[in-house]
């Protein structure tokens, strides 16, 4: 499923404009991202947790030449499904 057959899926489930719920899923995103840049987690119950994962630099090498090379500090994404989510899929 992509965005744009997830919006229609919410608006037919809502019984929601297309317009209506192309606002409604982008506002959620935004607000998801928007919460995750700031350093907090997003936890929807019975769905899951949204959060951001400190990755330290560390060692690594250049599969092209095997050269050693240093990968940089990051931050990931993370998202963690709650209990009612997996017992919900299978």
Do not use: W
């Not at 297309?18 to 959620?28: F, G, S, Y």
């Not at 630099?57 to 989510?85: D, L, M, Y």
């Amino acid at each position: 499923m992509n965005k744009a057959e997830l919006i229609a899926a919410v608006a037919a489930n809502a019984g929601l404009s297309q317009k209506d719920a192309a606002k409604a899923v982008n506002a959620v995103m935004d607000e998801v991202k928007d919460a995750l840049k700031k350093g907090d987690k997003v936890q929807l119950v019975g769905f899951g947790t949204f959060s951001v994962k400190d990755k330290p630099e560390r060692k690594g090498k250049n599969p092209r030449t095997g050269e050693a090379i240093t990968i940089k500090a990051s931050k990931a994404p993370v998202f963690k499904a709650g209990q009612g989510f997996k017992d919900y899929i299978g």
